[in-house]
Nanobody, 115 residues
Framework: VQLVESGGGLVQPGRSLRLSCAAS????????MTWYRQAPGKEREFVGL????????HYADSVKGRFTVSRDNAKNTVYLQMNSLKPEDTAVYYC?????????WGQGTQVTVSS
């Protein structure tokens, strides 16, 4: 199982960014994919998830209405569209899959929201 995040960077408050997570090593279309983030000095926290079919999503209250998780099962990729970014969204963002009772994580991508 391999997960590779990309798309992070430095962005001004109020702007948008889209993260990608490319997956391999498992049947991507059969699994729920989840995004987490970890800010400096804080524990890793749940951001949002998308079920295997892409129909069901769920978000943390802190990002609801601003972030959208989507997936392209043909490309084995899950996305995190982040709009109206705030400085408190600054963190390393990770994607995760639970496969065969084990959690697999990507290496993370840094998002910094600052003017």
């Amino acid at each position: 199982v391999q997960l590779v995040e990309s798309g992070g960077g430095l962005v001004q408050p109020g702007r948008s960014l889209r993260l990608s997570c490319a997956a391999s090593g498992f049947t991507f279309s059969s699994y729920t994919m989840t995004w987490y983030r970890q800010a400096p000095g804080k524990e890793r926290e749940f951001v949002g998830l998308i079920a295997s079919t892409g129909i069901t999503t769920h978000y943390a209250d802190s990002v609801k209405g601003r972030f959208t998780v989507s997936r392209d099962n043909a490309k084995n990729t899950v996305y995190l569209q982040m709009n109206s970014l705030k400085p408190e969204d600054t963190a390393v963002y990770y994607c995760k899959v639970r496969f065969n009772s084990n959690d697999y994580w990507g290496q993370g991508t840094q998002v910094t929201v600052s003017s």
